[in-house]
């Protein structure tokens, strides 16, 4: 347990944008009784550090709201898998898939792995795990 007042004095930025966020949204969090954050990335390719960079920055503000009040939050995690493909990632077999699919939606290309119907879903479960 991190004793309250250091959490009251941290200059820590997922602190300083929870307390923002806590005193700003006030009226609409009584009226809600949650706060509702939201992250999401593009499964484009196989998930790397700025897939969880995205993801970490969401957790560490639900992490300072849980300890600056006692408003239950939740995280909504968009994937956007209709995005088209726009080039072909480096590190993914069998490319003339994705080369033939260029510009299509994700979800609508053959998953090169051959694990999954699509190369969104392949990517999608990848994060899954």
Known sequence: VIDKSIIEKTTSWPFVEARKLIK???SNLKKKGKITLQTGYGPSGLPHIGTFAEVARTT???????????????????SDDMDG?????DNIPNSEILEQNLNKPL???PDPFKKYSSFGEHNNEMLKS
Do not use: C, G, Q, Y
């Open 60 to 78: 560490m503000m639900v992490n300072a709201i849980s300890h600056l009040t006692d408003i239950p939050t939740e995280i909504i995690t968009f």
């Open 24 to 26: 700003d949204r006030e």
């Open 107 to 109: 979800t609508s290309i």
């Open 85 to 89: 493909l726009r080039k072909i990632p």
